[in-house]
């Protein structure tokens, strides 16, 4: 009988980590992956309930080498996948050092465990579209080739990640991919995040349980496509026959206005009754405008995205409205 493939998901409780150990149970992998210490343990697997009975969990945390070499000597994975980090972009200039240890030296720790103890290992790096800033190339798309000047703590650790990513590959020969993804959401994106804060907000407003939404700054634009789909880009990405870089987007682009605006219309409501704009939530720096350009991977991989910008807020408003009601 052949031996199954053995994953690791670093970051398994995370919005990614739960659809990609849910598609990979489904590819019939041994799934393993690591919690990170938390004093209230309640609700920290609450995204993975769906499978959590067919799912190995470890505690580990990036930041400990000792116990990711620990859990690899004692897991063998076939594959790596390197989901976890402190993720909020605005939380990451509040706690730059964290998120910095987490992201530049969680990737550092587990590439120098791979180099170390099983150069077979293939890792995936979850490398993403905030390392460009306000970088965009003449007809408005961001893509592999253009040049990355990153605007937050979090943009500039992730980029070290990507780097030290490509520098191990030449270097070693290790099998090591970045994939660089353009906004993802989900009914499991967490709640701090635009896309889910609106749909919430407004499934709450809807159902008279609150009557205010306060946001930051409504004219950014983003390229947001659905978590679900993602998640089989990455899988591609690590079993390609060559480790290599890939732009994952769906090439469409929105403001924070037009989700506001779709969510609310979806619901039949008028947001300029409930929208307020609150300063607390602009960024030291914003990063601006994101459209991927994603021809790479949907020509050398056959990757595409199924959900749209509107099938994916209907997914959101459908699951929140269900939970409420
Ligand atoms: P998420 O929901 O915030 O999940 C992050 C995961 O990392 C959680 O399981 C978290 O555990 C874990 N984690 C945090 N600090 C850790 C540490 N020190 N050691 C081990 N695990 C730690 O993020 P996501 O949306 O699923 O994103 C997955 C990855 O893709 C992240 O690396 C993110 O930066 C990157 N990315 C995301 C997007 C996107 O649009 N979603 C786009 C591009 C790249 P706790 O929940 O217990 O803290
Ligand atoms: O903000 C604006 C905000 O926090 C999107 C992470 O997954 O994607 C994500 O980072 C936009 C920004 O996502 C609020 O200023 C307005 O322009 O949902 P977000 P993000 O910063 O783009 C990238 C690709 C990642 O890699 C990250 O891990 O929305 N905005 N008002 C607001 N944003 C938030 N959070 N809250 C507001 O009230």
Request: with cysteine; hydrophobic share 35%.
């Amino acid at each position: 009988m052949k031996n199954k493939k053995r994953a690791l998901i670093t970051g398994i409780n995370g919005q990614d980590g739960s659809y990609l150990a849910e598609y990979l149970l489904s590819k019939d992998y041994e799934v393993f992956g690591t919690l990170k210490r938390n004093s209230v343990v309640e609700n920290q697997t609450s995204r993975l309930n769906n499978i959590f009975e067919n799912v190995n969990l470890e505690y580990a945390d990036l930041t400990d080498m000792s116990s990711l070499t620990r859990l690899i000597k004692q897991v063998k994975p076939t594959e790596i996948y390197n989901l976890g980090a402190q993720s909020h972009v605005k939380i990451s200039f509040d706690q730059p050092i964290y998120t910095t240890n987490t992201i530049v030296f969680g990737t550092l720790n587990l590439l120098e465990s791979i180099r170390l103890f099983d150069t077979n290992i293939r890792l995936y790096q979850a490398s993403s579209s905030e390392m460009f800033g306000n970088s965009i190339d003449g007809d408005g798309f961001q893509r592999e080739s253009t040049p990355m000047y990153p605007v937050s703590p979090y943009g500039c650790a992730k980029l070290f990640g990507y780097n030290i990513i490509r520098n191990y590959r030449h270097s070693y020969k290790l099998f090591l991919s970045n994939g660089i993804l353009f906004n993802h959401e989900s009914p499991r994106r967490g709640l701090n995040f635009v896309t889910n804060k609106v749909v919430n907000e407004a499934v709450k407003i809807k159902l008279n349980l609150s009557n205010v939404l306060e946001l930051g700054n409504l004219q950014a634009t983003r390229d947001w496509g659905h978590a679900k789909d993602y998640v089989e880009a990455m899988h591609l990405i690590l079993n390609h026959d060559k480790p290599d870089d890939f732009v994952c987007a769906t090439g469409v682009s929105h403001s924070v206005q037009d989700l506001v605006d779709y969510t609310f219309n979806k619901l039949d409501m008028d947001p300029k009754s409930y929208i307020k704009i609150n300063k607390k939530y602009l960024r030291p720096e914003e990063l601006s405008h994101l459209k991927g350009d994603s021809t790479k991977i949907r020509s050398e991989l056959g990757w595409k995205p199924n959900y749209t910008f509107e099938t994916m807020l209907d997914d959101m408003i459908e699951a929140r409205l269900k939970l409420y009601k």
